[in-house]
């Protein structure tokens, strides 16, 4: 709990520093830091909790900060910028890279992250490829990053990843088509991958 109750507040602080990376995007001047940050202690929080004092940790708090910035600007015009998503490969495997050394059968976690990446990357591109008016790039942009993170817990873990975000995506357009009754209405699709790699690490990480 200390180590939950510690990500929290460092998730907090690093919400309200990194919130202002959002204002060209949103156009918030001065940016509303709240949704960020409160985003971001809440991930940082339950990655904390479940993943605790673990060499991962590291890479998941990356990713859960720069997926709090893509989640708002997504939500707010539809977007996952290019800034936030394409430097998150490097830093991700980096991180990842850094942590394998001191985790048990390190190395196979590190390539079943790149293997994971990979993976995912192809299943989102060829979907928007079938379907563009389903899957924008910036989504398919995103979903190598989240294959990283997923990848590197394992098979199981990646397949409940994805599976988990289609629900949510399908739960969230749903939704959106009984408030709008507009069937083109369309909806941000990034907090459905983000939010499904999060609950798939959260239930399955060990």
Not at 106 to 117: E, I, N, T
Not at 121 to 137: D, H, M, N
Request: glycine share 12%; net charge positive; hydrophobic share 60%.
């Amino acid at each position: 709990m200390v180590v939950a109750f510690v990500s929290a507040l460092a998730g907090l602080a690093a919400g309200l520093v990194l919130a202002p990376l959002t204002a060209p995007f949103v156009g918030d001047v001065p940016p509303r830091r709240a949704p960020v940050a409160l985003v971001t202690a809440a991930a940082f929080g339950l990655l904390g909790w479940r993943v605790g004092l673990e060499p991962v940790l590291p890479a998941l708090l990356y990713l859960a900060a720069v997926g709090a910035l893509l989640g708002v600007v997504d939500v707010k015009v539809k977007r996952l910028p290019d800034r936030f998503t394409l430097p998150s490969y490097g830093v991700a495997a980096a991180l990842l890279a850094a942590a394998a050394p001191f985790t048990k059968n390190g190395l196979d976690h590190f390539l079943h992250a790149l293997l994971g990446m990979a993976a995912l990357f192809a299943v989102y591109l060829l979907q928007a490829f079938i379907t563009p008016s389903g899957i924008g790039l910036g989504d398919v942009k995103l979903s190598g990053v989240l294959g990283l993170c997923l990848g590197w817990f394992g098979l199981d873990t990646w397949v409940f990843g994805l599976l988990a975000t289609y629900l949510i995506g399908g739960a969230m357009g749903i939704g959106i088509l009984v408030v709008r009754r507009d069937r083109k209405g369309e909806f941000a699709f990034g907090p459905a991958m983000l939010a499904g790699t999060l609950l798939a690490v959260l239930v399955l990480s060990s």
